[in-house]
Nanobody
């Protein structure tokens, strides 16, 4: 059973960088075909895809967020990390990490989500 757990600060000030880590257990982030994703859900809105990092380390980002987003990984810790720079209150959301089994929107495991509020 694969488990994912998000961690990071619950509050970030405007213009700063949001940084979240997803720790994976029960499976390796280098397992062939797996993609590891970040999503968010702003209050009153639907789920938004932020980006992925593949089993081989390639990254893919939503075009609207690409200029501010970086996803990286630490294979020794079986973790992957989201950094979102120059945040504004519009980046306030519940952030989720998830596994996409084969990169074709085959999302099968999710973290519980973590609330991040952008506020001074």
């Amino acid at each position: 059973q694969v488990q994912l757990q998000e961690s990071g600060p619950g509050q970030v000030k405007p213009s700063q960088t949001l940084s979240l880590t997803c720790t994976v257990s029960g499976g390796s982030i280098t397992t062939n075909t797996n993609y590891w994703s970040w999503f968010r859900q702003p209050p009153g809105k639907g789920l938004e895809w932020i980006g992925d990092i593949s089993y081989s380390g390639y990254t893919y980002y939503d075009p609207s967020l690409k200029s501010r987003t970086s996803i990286s990984r630490d294979t020794s810790k079986n973790q992957f990390t989201l950094q979102l720079s120059s945040v504004t209150p519009e980046d306030t959301a519940v952030y989720y990490c998830a596994r996409d089994f084969s990169g074709g929107n085959t999302l099968d495991y999710w973290g519980q989500g973590t609330q991040v509020t952008v506020s001074s």
